[in-house]
């Protein structure tokens, strides 16, 4: 079995999305510029990752060199040193991508909370409102009457998250821990718990 059998089972995408989360985690990379080998000491510095050893290094300049090519990174050079970091379009790439991705974890064990997100978006925010309704939902939450929704698990960091990527502050989404809900028994029903 070739040792690329991981990279060939990943879609090209992947590596691309891979190299936006890497560089939105740290920020910047810096790889020696002084050297005539320096996309090989970038891919090697990629390569540290695990992950990353089963991609073809051809494969990770050319997607290195897309997103370059679509302006989600920028390279540059000071003192002998080349800084590779995420442009604004890039920031913006990767933060859909990181909300794509984003779940709450279901706990084993129900704390007896329910969490409850309330919010009252603008009309002027229309497209954020609509799309952060639809991530509740692919989150899990229930709608239990209209701007209101309600989940047994913990989503603190998942809900401030939602509010910092779609620019809304605590008076537009509120998150509500509670107790007690009068008459939850079909609650407990639909979430399993």
């Known amino acids: 079995m070739s040792k690329y059998k991981y990279y060939f089972k990943k879609p090209r995408s992947e590596i691309s999305k891979d190299i936006l989360k890497c560089l939105l985690v740290s920020g910047v990379i810096c790889v020696a510029a002084s050297s005539p080998y320096f996309i090989i000491n970038l891919i090697k510095s990629f390569k540290k990752q695990k992950k990353w050893n ?6 990770i300049y050319n997607k290195f060199y897309n997103l370059k090519k679509d302006g989600c990174i920028k390279m540059e050079e000071r003192n002998h040193q080349i800084y590779i970091k995420l442009t604004e379009k890039g920031k913006k ?31 002027l925010k229309t497209l954020h409102r609509n799309v952060f309704r639809g991530k509740l939902k692919e ?23 939602l509010r910092i990527f779609f620019g809304l ?25």
């Open 93 to 123: 790439k990767a933060g859909w991508m990181q909300i794509d991705e984003l779940k709450i974890k279901k706990s084993k064990k129900w704390d007896k909370k329910w969490r409850i997100v309330i919010f009252d978006i603008s009309q």
């Open 139 to 161: 989150l899990g939450f229930y709608l239990l009457q209209k701007s209101v929704w309600i989940s047994p698990y913990k989503c603190k960091d998942e809900i401030n998250l």
């Open 54 to 59: 089963s991609y073809k290094n051809k494969i």
């Open 169 to 193: 502050n605590k008076k537009e989404v509120r998150l509500i821990t509670a107790d007690n809900i009068e008459d939850d028994n079909f609650l407990k029903k639909m979430f399993k718990i």
